[in-house]
């Protein structure tokens, strides 16, 4: 029998998902998640074979969430589950230790399958997804792309600065450079033309 975590903050989706899975013979969800830092104590928890998570979740995203399964060694094997069609999302997926990468409009059969490809130690990664991923690299580091989705969130220089424990100078250079690298006038376009190719 292969154990499994589903987190999805939308309630309706996380009790179809779990009935879906219910249905195999060889599935079973052991517990339902509605963010990601109840996932990952579900995860300490439980131990399942698969966590099955969102990308967009309250508290902790899908990758953060698959970045500390990795990290903590915990021995779950990961599969993202989204909506977003993006080459970027789907390689900061696998950079932080993802198994899987599923479309939420794929049919429904290639769930359970992709959860069982994953769990005897495969991958399971939408195929024309994986093409694109290839094709164009994420160009930020990991502090610009923090310091430009805090900046889309509205904070000020400052603001950034306190929060990163950095200076107004560097906070400022870090956001001149992810400006420069995405060929964008502001920081207000450089954030929309990452999160529109996954890299934010």
């Known amino acids: 029998m292969i154990r499994v975590v589903v987190a999805e903050d939308q309630a309706m989706l996380l009790g179809a998902l779990a009935a879906l899975l219910d ?20 995860v300490r928890r439980e131990r399942p074979d698969v966590l099955l998570t969102d990308i967009e979740m309250p508290k902790m995203t ?11 060694d915990l021995r779950t094997r990961v599969i993202i589950l989204t909506t977003f069609a993006r080459s970027g999302y789907l390689r900061r997926a696998l ?13 429904a059969e290639h769930l359970a399958n992709a959860i069982r490809r994953v769990h005897a ?25 923090q310091v430009l989705r805090m900046a ?5 220089s400052g603001d950034i600065a306190d ?7 560097t906070v400022r250079n870090y956001l001149s450079e992810a400006i420069s690298k995405l060929g964008a006038q502001n920081r207000i ?12």
């Open 23 to 42: 249905i195999e013979t060889d599935i079973e969800v052991v517990a339902r998640a509605h963010d990601g830092e109840e996932a990952l104590e579900i």
């Open 163 to 169: 929060a990163l424990g950095l200076s107004e100078g």
């Open 152 to 156: 889309a969130d509205g904070k000020s």
């Open 95 to 107: 950079d932080a230790g993802a198994s899987g990468y599923l479309l939420k409009d794929s049919p």
């Open 121 to 145: 130690g495969g991958r399971a990664i939408d195929p024309e997804l994986a093409a694109e991923a290839w094709s164009e690299p994420d160009p930020l580091t990991d502090r610009e792309r």
């Open 62 to 72: 899908g990758l953060e969430l698959a970045a500390a399964v990795h990290q903590q």
């Open 189 to 200: 376009e450089a954030a929309r033309i990452a999160r529109e190719r996954g890299w934010l």
